[in-house]
Antibody, heavy 118, light 108 residues
């Protein structure tokens, strides 16, 4: 079964760093783009960026460039999304998803809730 | 950046009726358009890709049409499990691959 499994709930304080993960299984991890999507409470979906684990090619949405870092570890079939200094406005659900052969996001992780509060 | 605009924001439909959702792109995206369904507390699920191709396991009552800048998702004979929020997304021009703001389909 093709699946993406994300790391668990995070509660952090402003200014702290964070790295959340997304582990792929059931398919050849390095041959599909993995994207990250933000969903703020009660709001819609925002595409943040993607990584191609095969060669670590990374593309960011202009809205998120410089705000987050996307990476991947081929050896563990895991993609990551990280922040160096969290803000309260980073409070959201974060999803990873596989971009299928056509580009659409065909397999989704279960989501990671990030809460940033003092 | 391509802006995706969905209408209406909310659609009230009775079970068994047809729902028609619209998505407009600010510039052409060819047929590189997907539709997703999201239920409360769940991750989004891919319904349609390539503007009109149903994803694996998606019932035939869901259909997509359009190309260029105008797209439609039609849900024929709404079932109780279809009440959800629906998003369109273009994946023609990136970054970013933008989503629309969503259409909530609610029970009338």
């Amino acid at each position: 079964e093709v699946q993406l499994v994300q790391s668990g709930v995070e509660v952090k304080k402003p200014g702290e760093s964070l790295k959340i993960s997304c582990k792929g299984s059931g398919y050849t991890f390095i041959t599909y783009w993995i994207g990250w999507v933000r969903q703020m409470p009660g709001k819609g979906l925002e595409w943040m960026g993607v990584i191609y684990p095969g060669d670590s090619d990374i593309r960011y949405s202009p809205s998120f460039q410089g705000q987050v870092t996307i990476s991947a570890d081929k050896s563990t079939s895991t993609a990551y999304l990280q922040w160096s200094s969290l803000k309260a406005s980073d409070t959201a659900m974060y999803y990873c998803a596989r971009h299928g052969g056509g580009g659409a996001m065909d397999v989704w992780g279960q989501g990671t809730t990030v809460t940033v509060s003092s | 950046e391509i802006v995706m605009t969905q209408s209406p924001a909310t659609l009230s439909v009775s079970p068994g009726e047809r729902a028609t959702l619209s998505c407009r792109a600010s510039q052409t995206v060819s047929s590189n358009l997907a539709w997703y369904q999201q239920k409360p507390g769940q991750a989004p699920r891919l319904l349609i890709y390539g503007a009109s191709t149903r994803a694996t396991g998606i019932p035939a009552r869901f259909s997509g049409s359009g190309s260029g800048t105008e797209f439609t998702l039609t849900i024929r004979s709404l079932q109780s499990e279809d009440f959800a929020v629906y998003y369109c997304q273009q994946y023609d021009n990136w970054p970013p691959w933008t989503f629309g703001q969503g259409t909530k389909v609610e029970i009338k």
